[in-house]
């Protein structure tokens, strides 16, 4: 292990030791802290953020990209001081600390024992509505995590979220997908975050008039196992409640190939998560390149 991912591995370390220790108000405030430093900061991640804002707000004057950058930190650091405190809030905490509309869609979709798949954006917390999924609902999910450098590292996300009562498969491997599809035939839920997919299995789509692309895998899980597909978005308003949005199932075409099939889905995917972002853009955090048009590293900040 490096010097630099033993060190990023610590940081991390103590966030989950100290931070949820924090009163909850002191945690707020120093999460709001640490984001206005780093937004002040002007670096890589918050330039690209305010690029992908532009797209997302056109029209957008570099004053206001300034605005939303910035709450778009605050947003981001909320997610952070969140995820730190989660092990430690009660169940009572929990089920309290999401409210979603239209959760009928994910309810109905349970009762009916043919699998369901959640497909979110990077918006506000999926952590926190992925434990009142486990705590409110009762019922049990899997997901995917990306491995991330060190190994250290990864392990403590795969940890944090099976203490929340998660099911955390390796991104990487090839069996995830053996894996979800399995849990989706006994009448699983699967959770995925589905907005950014720049290998070159991404399905290609047109997001806030432009091109990228985003993960098969969701549309390809509804064809071969039944289940339903739904999008989700997620934001937070001045309240300590996080809110969401339980969009209505896309349906898998009737005629079409596999892929044309798979890519008219991804569409309808991109789509909802586009709604739910030009709602409240602050509060999706894109800090990567996500448009093809700025894969040229020549162009800007990754």
């Keep these: 292990m490096s010097t630099a991912e033993r060190f990023t591995d610590a940081l991390y370390g103590l966030g989950w030791s100290a931070v949820k ?7 707020v405030r120093l999460g709001r802290t640490i984001a206005d430093l780093a937004w002040k900061q002007r670096g890589k991640g918050v330039q690209r953020l305010e690029a992908n804002y532009a797209r997302v707000v056109p029209g957008a004057t570099p004053e206001r990209l300034a605005e939303l950058s910035r709450a778009g930190m605050r947003s981001y650091l909320r997610y952070w001081m969140e995820s730190f405190r989660l092990p430690a809030w009660n169940r009572e905490r929990v089920k309290t600390g999401f409210d979603p509309k239209d959760v ?3 309810t109905d979709g349970l009762a009916s024992d043919r699998g369901v798949i959640l497909a979110l954006p990077h918006m506000a917390n999926y952590d926190l509505a992925g434990a009142w999924v486990t705590t409110k609902l009762e019922t049990p999910f899997t997901t995917v995590a990306e491995r991330l450098k060190p190994e250290t590292l990864y392990d403590r996300f795969v940890a944090y ?3 929340l009562g998660m099911e955390v498969l ?14 989706l ?3 699983g839920l699967v959770c995925l975050v589905a907005d950014r997919d720049l290998s070159a299995s991404g399905v290609e789509v047109d997001f806030f008039g432009e091109r ?8 390809l899980l509804a064809q071969q196992t039944g289940a339903l597909l739904l999008p989700v978005t997620l934001w937070y308003d001045d309240s300590p409640v996080m809110r ?7 349906e898998v075409p009737e005629s079409g190939t596999r892929a044309e099939k798979t890519s008219v889905m991804t569409q309808a995917l991109a789509d909802a998560f ?17 448009w093809l048009a700025d894969l040229d590293p020549a162009k800007g900040p990754s």
């Design 21 to 27: 220790k924090l009163p909850e108000p002191a945690a």
């Design 104 to 106: 009928h869609h994910l």
């Design 161 to 163: 979220r099976e203490g």
């Design 170 to 183: 390796p991104h990487s491997g090839g069996s995830a997908f053996g894996t979800l599809a399995r849990r």
């Design 185 to 187: 035939r006994d009448g």
């Design 212 to 219: 990228t692309r985003m993960p098969a895998g969701p549309a």
């Design 244 to 250: 969401g949005q339980v969009h209505p199932p896309i």
């Design 274 to 290: 586009a709604t739910g972002i030009a709602d409240h853009p602050e509060d999706w955090h894109m800090l990567q390149r996500l």
